[in-house]
């Protein structure tokens, strides 16, 4: 059985501030340790919802409602990891998806943290950590 683990929002996540070195590097220990016991499939940070876009579906509706979230304990009930060219394809793709539940509903699109988002607390080291744990994912869904 599979699960995904989320991580609620905080004001802080929601202003952009990024980790530092210390929470880095006891996250990358501690994914290491669930990537080592086979049980981390992917796990990536998001960036706040400033940066993200909502379609609200309504029958054969589609509004993109723009970020920010007021709520950030809101539930998800699904995940999809995509690689798009841009935001815009991203919401071509999801105003295209039947509406997945039986009445009004919302897909919430957010960018993925990447590694030069980290700034100076992403030290060579920990960049070396990462990939490594990238690669050893990757050979194991092939």
């Known amino acids: 059985m599979r699960v995904m683990v989320m991580v609620k929002a905080t004001k802080d996540s929601e202003a952009g501030i990024m980790p530092s070195t210390e929470l880095l590097e006891a996250m ?64 071509a793709w999801v105003k295209r998806c039947p509406n997945p539940m039986p009445g009004p509903s919302e897909i919430e699109i957010r960018p993925v943290v990447e590694a030069a988002d980290f700034g100076e607390a992403l030290t060579p080291e920990l960049a070396d950590q990462e990939d490594r744990l990238r690669d050893k994912l990757a050979g194991r869904s092939g």
Do not use: C, H
């Not at 699904?78 to 935001?87: C, P």
């Open 28 to 91: 990358g220990k501690y994914n290491e340790e669930l990537v080592n016991a086979g049980i981390m499939l992917a796990g990536e940070g998001l960036k706040p919802s400033a940066q993200g876009k909502r379609v609200a579906f309504d029958g054969p509706s589609r509004m993109v409602v723009e970020g920010p979230f007021a709520e950030t304990r809101e539930l998800v009930a699904g995940f999809w990891l995509w690689e798009v060219k841009d935001m815009a394809e991203a919401v």
